[in-house]
């Protein structure tokens, strides 16, 4: 039995390691202004800088050394991790803040036309060393350990600004929920598999989801080595996609405040499939397990099993069945159904296009894309940054509809006959990327030129005749794109349009039985 001289001492043994420990804390406290081995002393503290610089939060002592020193040169994540959070910059590849499990990211916001926030690039997590991440299982993947949770400073980036006066508007702590990382981890092993068939240099963003293998450096540098293959590969990191980005800023601005943590809280948005589909098929093959039993069916049977009565005579119908199909009847394309509102299209970038063809393996049409933003174009020198590297490097489902009797002209609104034929995942190849960015190369010429027309499109090339795969001109009608567009020269431009030619869709179609 115990005696009461044992109690005692017990406690007062208590009593003076817990002091120990709250005195360790209270100098940590003191000497950081945060407990590094807790998240939620983390967040608390980097709340301080939102609204603010880094000129206007650190000690202005040591802001004029550094000054005079010339540094703060480094990237912005850094400079937030030495001179506010006040600890060293070093290689190790776990999380900043090792004793709480937590990285930090500097993430770029940019103002839209109508002052909205947007997100301005991809969030780069990691670099890739192909050599040793084909040793590496996800769950132990320095992708992983580092960036399960992030904080995430988001700042305003202004033209010219230097790095210490940019202004930070939200703080945020996010988790990779858990269905998230069920997609995330199926990226991860894409893109692994794809080292390991020797084929580093054919990485693309569109080969993936969420998760990507982005392009780093600048041109020009010296690309690396791959194990099994003696082609060099560029330098390429592990990155968030825009889109997936997008979907953190959307939830955050819904929060209306500007420090925000996810961290417990429930699964976000309404999705095309469940955890438990992804613990047993990728993505892409439970959406095409899904499609497989509709090929070789028309699109009237489609509408009697989905939707009986929808009238088939609307020229998005072949879009509308498509939708039914993809989502197991959840979203039909229209309205608050867009499947775009899916969760998995949203956080991919994932475009479904359909492919309406006559019956004697003609396309009715080319394909078009996207408006040309002109302000883009003239704001933004990066081929790699831009929104036409982001829409051709996508991950596209195709789904192709065949007419059985109609040779030419139109369908005259006889959709119901039309039968679906095939459908795949399709991503840009890399050769096919560089004539792309030859494509936004020269349309961005015209544009800095004020030179915003047909004229000088079609002359340079880019016509729907060009055997370049890519052309531009305008879609609808007359009265919606003349004049139509803001020139960032000044006044108003036509509204041109991305497209991609006949014969390109032509080759997809048939490169893909």
Not at 119 to 131: A, G, N, P, S, T
Not at 199 to 218: F, I, M, N, P, V
Not at 223 to 252: C, G, N, W
């Amino acid at each position: 039995m115990i005696k009461n001289e044992q109690i005692n001492a017990i406690i007062q043994y208590i009593h003076k390691s817990l002091y120990i420990c709250e005195q360790k804390i209270k100098s940590l406290m003191e000497n950081l202004g945060y407990d590094k081995t807790s998240i939620a002393s983390i967040f608390e503290y980097s709340k301080r800088l939102i609204g603010h610089s880094l000129n206007e939060v650190v000690d202005k002592s040591l802001f004029k050394e550094l000054k005079l020193q010339g540094q703060g040169k480094g990237g912005l994540g850094q400079m937030i991790e030495k001179y506010y959070f006040k600890y060293d910059i070093n290689n190790d590849p776990t999380p900043d803040f090792q004793e709480a499990g937590l990285e930090l990211k500097a993430t770029g916001l940019k103002k839209d036309k109508a002052g909205e926030l947007q997100i301005k690039e991809r969030l780069v997590c990691d670099m890739i060393d192909y050599c040793s991440v084909i040793n590496e299982q996800f769950e132990t993947s320095l992708f992983y350990l580092k960036c399960r949770i992030m904080l995430l400073i988001f700042y305003l980036y202004e033209k010219g600004v230097s790095k210490w006066d940019l202004r930070y508007i939200y703080t945020v702590i996010w988790q990779l929920p858990e269905k998230d990382l069920l997609i995330i981890r199926q990226d991860f092993d894409t893109i692994v598999n794809k080292i390991k068939k020797g084929k580093a240099h054919e990485l693309s963003e569109g080969d993936t989801d969420y998760l990507a293998a982005c392009r780093k450096g600048q041109k020009g540098e010296k690309e690396r080595k791959q194990p099994f293959s003696d082609i060099l590969a560029p330098r390429r990191a592990f990155s968030l996609k825009p889109a997936y980005m997008r979907t953190i800023l959307s939830y955050v601005k819904d929060q209306k405040r500007s420090d925000v943590s996810n961290i417990e809280i429930p699964s976000m948005g309404t999705g095309l499939v469940s955890e438990t589909d992804l613990k047993g098929d990728t993505l892409e093959g439970i959406i095409l397990k899904r499609i497989k039993p509709w090929i070789g069916k028309s699109v009237q049977d489609i509408i009697d099993y989905y939707q009986p009565g929808l009238m088939v005579n609307a020229k998005d119908i072949n879009y509308v069945v498509s939708c039914l199909i993809v989502s197991d009847g959840k979203y039909n394309g229209r309205g608050k159904q867009h499947i775009e509102r899916a969760d998995e299209f949203v956080k991919s970038g994932l475009r479904l296009k359909t492919i309406p063809v006559f019956s004697n393996n003609r396309l009715k049409e080319a394909m078009s894309y996207e408006n040309i933003d002109y302000e883009e174009l003239y704001n933004n020198d990066n081929w790699f940054d831009s929104t036409t590297y982001e829409l051709f490097s996508s991950r596209f489902l195709f789904l192709v509809f065949r007419h059985p009797n109609i040779q030419s002209g139109s369908f005259h609104f006889d959709y119901g006959p039309m039968i679906l034929e095939k459908a795949f995942f399709w991503t840009m190849p890399q050769n096919d990327l560089k004539i792309a960015e030859e494509y936004w190369q020269d349309i961005r010429k015209h544009v800095l030129r004020n030179e915003i027309g047909l004229d000088y499109f079609w002359k340079a090339g880019w016509s729907n005749k060009n055997g370049k795969h890519f052309h531009v001109r305008p879609k609808g009608t007359k009265n919606s794109y003349l004049g139509a567009a803001d020139n960032p020269n000044g006044g108003k431009a036509d509204k041109y349009c991305y497209w991609f030619n006949k014969e390109y869709v032509t080759n997809i179609i048939e490169s893909n039985k």
